[in-house]
Each structure stands twice: as C-alpha cells, then as structure tokens.
C-alpha cells in the first residue's frame, strides 16, 4: 500500500471520529438525546464512548508514522521534544479558548471575570489530547520499539493498582479505597484536591469534585495511545500479520468486558477494562480501513471523511464556537438554538427526533467551510 494510501484511510478514521464527536456533542436539546447518542450514565458502554478514544488512538497511529520521518530529518530528541511541547500546549490552549468564549446573556447577574476566568476548567477534550500527546511522544523517544507493549501494560497496571489500593480521606476523616464511584474515586479526589472543586466539571460531585479528563484518568488515556503507536507500527511499518493482530483485539475486548465484574467499564474514569475493551474496537476499526484501502484503493479525494480527517482540529473549534454562538443570542429573551429546536418539533414525531434533526444540520453547516478549506488547499495543523 502506497504512503499516501495509507494516510488517506488514517484520516479517513479520524474524520470518523470528528464526525461523530460533532454529532454527539450537539443535541438540540439535552432532555431529549436520541438514544443511541447517549453516553453510558456511569458504568458501561455505549458506542458513543468509543469516539473520543478513537481521537487518541488514531493519533497514536499518526505518532507512529510520523516520529521516526521528524528524528531522522532533525536527528535531535531534544528538538522533537521541543516540538511536541509547542503543539501540546496549542492544544490545551485552544481548549481553554473554547472555555473562555461564553456569556451567560440570559443571565444579568452573570460575570465573565469570576464565573469564567477565574472559574477556568483546567480539563476538557483538548487540554486532553495535548497532554496525552505529550506524554506518548516522551515515551516514545525515551523507550524502544520492543518494550512499548511492555511499558502500556505497566502504565495501566500503575493506574489500577493506585484506584485499587491507595487509601484516601474526606472533609470528615472518612476513610475510602478502591472506589469507582461518581465523585468517590481516587482520580476525584486528586483533582478535587490539584484543581480545585471549581475548576472541573462536575463542580457539585460528592464527597469529591472530579473532571472526566482529569489529572489520575490522563495515564491510562495515555495507554490508548501507546496502544494507537503499537497497533500504527505493526500494520504500517512491519506488516505484521493481520490474524495475530485481530487475535489480539478481540483479546482484549474479551478480557475487559471478562474484567468488568471487577474493574467496572468507566469512560470517565478511563478504567482499564475501558481502556482494553475500546483498544481492541478501534484496532479492528483501523484494519478495517486499512483492508477496504489495499482492495479498493485509497479514499478518493473529496471524500467527506477525508475533508473532516485532514481538519479535524478546524471541525472541533468551529463547532464549539458556532454552538456557542446558538447559546448566547438571543430573540425575544430566547436562544437560537432553542427556536430552531422548538421550529423543529412540529415537523418531527418525538423530541427526541427533532434533537437528532437538529444535531445532523448542525454538523452539516460546520462541515461546509471544512470542506471550502479542504477545496483551497488549506490544512490547519496543530
């Protein structure tokens, strides 16, 4: 498979991702989710928790490939180094940008300063990949091929034995260990602590405040990524054997729903079942694409999945901006997100229906100046 073949079925995955990120993230409204968009409530899976693995994953395909092209045109770690801490940081800035842009124009009482500024989530999807990417391109350069596999299980193996057996204390001198639970977990209480109760997501949890892309929860999305590296540097680089790959995915799709009566599945924990289960999904995902390219060709140019992949970053940022923007103006003491949804209702059998119709023209409309970037040659690389 030509270089270029294999790039064209990579971004076709992650336009995949941004696609369904976008998709997800943008109900008309959030009483009345369709369904099959919804996120497990707590423990559990749905195929709307594999997305934002998929992101990581698919940029560890993308490390992958293009680490070893960057070392051996500069020949310096420290240069690469340099590198991925300046497109970390964009990352997380562009995240906190996101943040930032908000008004409350519903609300008189509302002030910028103290309930955005000063009240700034530190976590969020973006803040995540850039730490994330950090970390993996460390790594990377710090261990060798053979051991990576190695190092991965090591990681998840630290991440589980810290939930499992670290004892940690509340307000009241209660004593816990072992938790899962929503705000009563290790990871919640290091980021209620290291954060602060406003600075992360779930601001009101209890006994502890947490943020699902918090502190504790990055290493093991981090192992999503090493697994993206692995799986990228088998496939693309060694060609190694597409049975003994599939072997290992539904290994460890197996192995953490087997898991699962013992580590619970929990995106927002990032728990190693999660971690094992969604690995082994997007592996197959990845030789799926890569199958379909080897036998029918590269993705042709113009594809919509190739327009979102190649400005997956452009896709995110716009779609955040613009569904700001819904939130924020308003007619008649009324936001036009919700006079669209409410237009919407009539036309369709069940709110539920006009939520999806709603999100489905929202991606629709932020697709279109992707695809006018994508037509003038222009690619926004983070």
Not at 4 to 25: E, H, K, P, Y
Not at 208 to 236: I, K, N, Q
Request: hydrophobic share 55%; glycine share 8%; with cysteine.
């Amino acid at each position: 498979m030509t270089e270029q073949a294999r790039l064209s079925a990579l971004d076709a995955l992650r336009g995949l991702a941004i696609f369904a990120m976008v998709l997800v993230n943008n109900p008309g409204s959030w009483q009345a989710i369709y369904a099959p968009l919804k996120h497990a409530q707590w423990h559990g899976i749905t195929p709307t928790d594999v997305i934002f693995p998929a992101f990581i994953f698919v940029m560890g395909i993308t490390i992958a490939i293009h680490l070893p092209r960057e070392l051996a045109v500069s020949a310096s770690k420290v240069a690469l180094l340099a590198r991925a801490t300046k497109r970390a940081l964009t990352l997380i800035l562009l995240g906190w940008l996101l943040f930032l842009f908000w008004v409350n124009t519903g609300d008189p009482a509302f002030n910028w300063l103290d309930d955005r500024l000063l009240s700034l989530r530190f976590g969020g999807v973006l803040p995540r990949l850039g730490m994330v990417y950090w970390l993996t391109v460390v790594i990377v350069l710090m261990v060798s091929w053979r051991w990576l596999g190695v190092t991965a299980i090591m990681l998840l193996g630290v991440y589980w034995g810290a939930m499992a057996l670290i004892p940690y204390t509340d307000s009241s001198g209660q004593r816990y260990q072992g938790l899962w639970e929503f705000g009563n977990s290790l990871a919640a209480f290091i980021d209620h602590h290291v954060l602060g109760a406003g600075h992360v997501y779930y601001a009101n949890a209890s006994p502890f405040a947490f943020d699902p892309e918090g502190l504790l929860s990055t290493l093991p999305a981090v192992v999503s990524c090493l697994t993206g590296v692995w799986v990228g540097r088998y496939v693309l680089v060694l060609h190694g054997c597409p049975n003994k790959l599939m072997s290992l995915a539904l290994a460890g799709i197996c192995g953490g729903f087997a898991l699962a009566t013992v580590t619970p599945l929990n995106k927002a924990l990032w728990s190693p079942t999660f971690v094992m289960v969604t690995s082994g999904i997007l592996t197959v995902m990845f030789w799926l694409a890569v199958l379909y390219e080897r036998k029918r060709g590269q993705v042709r140019p113009g594809h919509p999945l190739l327009v979102a992949g190649t400005n997956s970053i452009a896709f995110f940022m716009l779609s955040g901006v613009l569904a700001r923007l819904l939130l924020m103006i308003r007619v008649d003491d009324v936001s036009l997100k919700s006079q669209f949804y409410h237009a919407l209702e009539p036309l369709l059998w069940s709110p539920q229906a006009a939520s999806l119709a709603f999100a489905l023209v929202f991606t629709v409309v932020c697709y279109y100046p992707v695809k006018l970037m994508y037509n003038n040659n222009f690619f926004w690389r983070v």
